[in-house]
C-alpha cells in the first residue's frame, strides 16, 4: 500500500473515532449536566438512607459507590463491600444488596418500557478504596451477573478505536488506575463486551508538596492538563474543583468571571477531545448542616455553592457531585429548559 492510502486510511479511522466520540457524548443525559449523588452509601454506622434520597430525587441520577474487599475468616470467602475506606469491619453492605438489588425494580421497569432515549437511567461511579486484583476481579464478575442491564461496547483489536455502546438503562464508570485497567479492559478478549469505563489520565505534576502542585494545576492550559484523546475503555475526565479556583472549595472567595472563564474552558476542552467531564464534590452548608459531609467540599454557605452550580450547568459539566441531594436536584430542574 502507498504512503498517500496508509494515510488516508489512518485519518478516516481518526476521524471515525472522533464522530463516534461526539455522537457518545450525547448518550450521557442528552448533554445537559447530571446530578451525581457523592459518597451514596452508609458509613460510621450512619447515613443509611442516602441511597433512597438519591433515588427520590428522579432518573437520570449518578450513583457513586465506593468499594472495599473484606474476607470472612472462618471461610476465606471475599465480599465485595460499599464502605467509605479500606479499614473494613465486615459490617458493610454489599455492593450486590446495597445497589444493584435495590435498583432491580427501576432498571426492570426501564427494559420493559424500552425507551432507549432515556437510557442510561442510573450512571454508577466506583470509587475503589481497595486495591486488590481479587477485588477489581469480583467487581467484573459480579457486573457480569447484571450484565443485561448494563451498557457495554465491543473490545475491538485497537484500543483507540472507540465502539459504539450497545445502551442499557445501567452506565457503569470507574475511576483512573492502570491495575483496575488490567482487568477491565486488557485482559478482556477481543469481540467479548466491555461492562465499565474508566476516566482520562490527569497530567502528572511534578511539584514537592500538595500544596505547590495544587498551585501549579489552577494555573495549567486544560490542555496540558489533559493530553490525550479517548480510548474505548477511558471515556470520561475526573476533576477535583481546586484546577478551576486556587485552594479549592474551602479558599474560594467570590465567584468571577475570571473563574467563569476557566471552568468553560475546562469543560470545552474535555468535550473538544471527546471526554465527558466530571467535578467534585459541589457543597455548601453550615456546621449545623452538616449530615456527615466533608469539610474540604464545603464553600460554606447555600448562596456560594449555588453560585458555582449554576456556573457548572451553564459550562455543560457533565457531571456534579454534590452531597445536598434534594437541594441540587431542585436546583438543577430548575434550571432545564
Not at 486488590?132 to 476481579?137: D, G, H, R, V
Request: charged letters at 25%.
Amino acid at each position: 500500500m502507498h504512503f498517500s492510502s496508509l494515510l488516508k486510511a489512518g485519518l478516516l479511522i481518526v476521524a471515525g473515532s472522533l464522530i463516534l466520540a461526539a455522537q457518545d457524548l450525547k448518550f450521557l443525559n442528552n448533554n445537559r449536566s447530571l446530578f451525581d449523588a457523592h459518597n451514596c452509601y452508609p458509613y460510621e454506622g450512619k447515613w443509611a438512607d442516602r441511597i433512597e434520597r438519591a433515588l427520590r430525587t428522579g432518573t437520570p441520577v449518578a450513583i457513586e459507590q465506593d468499594l472495599a474487599w473484606v474476607v470472612d475468616k472462618a471461610t476465606g470467602k471475599g465480599s465485595v463491600v460499599v464502605s467509605h475506606s479500606d479499614a473494613v469491619t465486615g459490617a458493610e453492605p454489599t455492593l450486590r444488596a446495597h445497589f444493584f438489588e435495590r435498583v432491580r425494580p427501576i432498571i426492570e421497569d426501564a427494559l420493559k418500557t424500552k425507551d432507549r432515549s432515556q437510557w442510561p437511567v442510573i450512571v454508577l461511579h466506583f470509587d475503589f478504596k481497595g486495591k486488590e486484583t481479587a477485588l477489581f476481579q469480583a467487581v467484573w464478575d459480579l457486573l457480569g451477573e447484571y450484565e443485561g442491564w448494563i451498557t457495554t461496547a465491543k473490545k475491538g483489536k485497537k484500543a483507540a478505536k472507540l465502539e459504539a455502546f450497545d445502551a442499557k438503562p445501567l452506565l457503569v464508570l470507574t475511576e483512573e488506575s492502570d491495575a483496575q485497567e488490567q482487568v477491565f479492559f486488557t485482559q478482556v478478549p477481543v469481540g467479548k463486551k466491555l461492562r465499565i469505563f474508566g476516566s482520562a489520565h490527569t497530567a502528572k505534576i511534578d511539584a514537592p508538596t500538595r500544596e505547590e502542585r495544587a498551585k501549579l494545576a489552577v494555573s495549567m492550559p486544560p490542555e496540558k492538563l489533559l493530553g490525550e484523546r479517548p480510548t474505548n475503555y477511558r471515556r470520561w475526565w475526573n476533576n477535583p474543583w481546586a484546577i478551576v479556583e486556587e485552594g479549592g472549595q474551602t479558599r474560594a472567595g467570590d465567584w468571577t468571571a475570571a473563574d467563569n472563564v476557566r471552568l468553560k474552558s475546562l469543560v470545552d476542552h474535555a468535550h473538544k477531545q471527546g471526554f465527558w467531564i466530571r467535578f467534585y464534590t459541589l457543597d455548601g452548608f453550615t456546621p449545623e448542616e452538616n449530615q456527615g459531609w466533608e469539610k474540604s467540599y464545603n464553600f460554606g454557605s447555600h448562596e456560594a455553592v449555588r453560585a458555582r452550580w449554576k456556573a457548572a450547568i451553564d459550562a455543560g459539566v457533565d457531571l456534579i457531585a454534590v452531597d445536598q441531594y434534594e437541594e441540587f436536584a431542585a436546583f438543577l430542574k430548575s434550571k432545564r429548559p
